[in-house]
């Protein structure tokens, strides 16, 4: 399957700063790639899909302009959260859809190893 | 009401035992089924797809009813390892988007 890396897996911040997660595929171009949030005991949920070369696109409900994303290349996506606030704090996730020979279904995603952010 | 749900256990069965999970889904035009595993802390990883003929691999049994909008997993001959959260997700048509339930948490005990 694909290998997705994540940097930080963890970070701890203070109200207000600005926090840039990197989402890179290691092992395959990735012209599209997901953003997830997960809060405890809840299922993922979609943010956005980070299209390269182009605008994301945000699920409904989700800030554009407190969630950025850059998708500036075919390896790397990143995901800032603007002024974060402890409602912010979550697990947050990225996952790319390869190409056919690195997955077993057509819908199946892998997923990078999450970012833990507290903000407090 | 959730697009997809499931019951969040945990389920607590000894090894050897055998285990379904259950997961409803609303939307009718829902195209694609999986299962995920989600251990502690950490992402989710392909367990199988689900088909309406059933599938099955190696210990694990995946079932869809479509009409009834209804998925199932069991799992055979519980070890150990199989601890984790299954996650029952769906797609729908001409999309990438995956659509989560909340979780069923599996405990094995020996």
């Known amino acids: 399957g694909a290998v997705v890396s994540q940097h930080p897996s963890w970070v701890i911040c203070k109200s207000g700063t600005s926090v840039k997660i990197e989402c890179r595929s290691l092992d395959f171009q990735a012209t599209t790639m997901f953003w997830y949030r997960q809060f405890p005991k809840q299922s993922l949920m979609l943010m956005a899909t980070?299209?390269?070369?182009?605008?994301?696109?945000?699920e409904q409900g989700v800030e554009k302009d407190k969630f950025l994303i850059n998708h500036a290349s075919l390896t790397l996506s990143t995901l800032t959260v603007t002024s974060a606030h402890p409602e912010d704090s979550s697990f947050y996730i990225c996952s790319v859809r390869p190409q056919g020979a690195l997955r077993r279904s057509y819908n199946e995603q892998f997923f990078g190893p999450g970012t833990r952010l507290t903000v407090l | 009401r959730k697009e997809v749900e499931q019951d969040p256990g945990p389920f607590n069965v000894p090894e050897g035992a055998t285990v379904a999970f259950n997961c409803t889904y609303s939307?009718?035009?829902?195209?694609?089924f999986f299962w995920y595993r989600q251990d502690c802390r950490k992402e989710p990883k392909l367990l199988m797809s689900?088909?309406?003929s059933g599938n099955e691999d190696g210990r694990f049994t995946a079932q869809l009813n479509r009409a009834s909008q209804y998925i199932s997993l069991l799992i055979r001959d519980s070890k150990l390892s199989d601890s984790a959260t299954y996650l029952c997700v769906v797609t729908h048509h001409n999309t990438d988007k995956l659509i989560f339930g909340t979780g069923t948490r599996l405990q094995v005990f020996p």
């Open positions: 939307n009718s035009a829902s195209q694609s």
């Open positions: 980070s299209n390269e070369g182009s605008k994301a696109t945000y």
């Open positions: 689900v088909y309406s």
